[in-house]
């Protein structure tokens, strides 16, 4: 049997905590289904973080790396109308092919919320700063226009809310604006 380092380890409980995170939310999701999934100890899972704030938060910000990389890659050498297909089309199959993902980050915002309302504003600055570097990798390819980048992040979350709620491909919702295919599997 092969040993993971304690770095591979920690990669393991990121994925594992995206996974049971987009399924149970911060506050559904306990360090047990975690650790179990991983295949480890609670014991060790508070080795590689210091509690279950910290990987969710360790899995909130990989969202945001994962999903500012695709737009990067996908606007790469783009610019204006070009950009805008490149990174919806891009965001559209993510959304359809790894459902987690868009799932982790609807339970980001509502962890935020739930969050500030009893005065902890940990969860809001991680992820207000993560949608800042969202909306940056966004903004330069469609030209630094504060418009079209607010159309696009707002297209964004109406996908996101679209999905999240189940509605099927062929529902009336989605007139003119195209589902993300495998939209009906995606909740």
């Known amino acids: 049997m092969v040993r993971m380092s304690a ?11 995206t996974t049971e995170f987009a399924r149970g939310g911060y506050y ?25 704030k910290a990987i969710f ?16 890659e996908a606007s790469e050498g783009l610019e204006g109308e070009e950009a805008l297909h490149a990174m919806g089309d891009a965001y559209r199959k993510v959304v359809s092919e790894q459902p987690e993902r868009l799932m982790m980050q609807m339970q980001m915002y509502l962890a935020v919320a ?18 800042m570097r969202l909306w940056d990798t966004v903004h330069i390819p469609l030209g630094a226009d504060v418009d079209g980048t607010t159309s696009f992040m707002a297209y964004g979350m109406l996908i996101n809310c679209l ?6 491909p062929e529902h009336r919702v989605w007139a003119g604006m195209g589902p993300p295919e495998g939209a009906e599997g995606s909740s």
Do not use: N
């Not at 938060?57 to 990067?72: G, I, K, N, S, W």
């Not at 739930?114 to 949608?131: I, L, N, Y």
């Open 163 to 168: 999905v999240a709620m189940g509605f099927p």
């Open 28 to 52: 559904g999701t306990s360090t047990e289904a975690i650790a179990k999934r991983v295949g480890v100890s609670q014991p060790y899972l508070f080795r590689l973080f210091p509690g279950k």
């Open 57 to 72: 938060l360790a899995a909130a910000e990989r969202c945001v790396e994962d999903t500012t990389r695709m737009f990067e």
């Open 114 to 131: 739930a969050a500030e309302q009893e005065g902890d504003h940990e969860f809001g600055e991680v992820v207000r700063a993560g949608w």
């Open 7 to 17: 770095e591979e380890r920690r990669e393991s409980v990121i994925r594992a905590a």
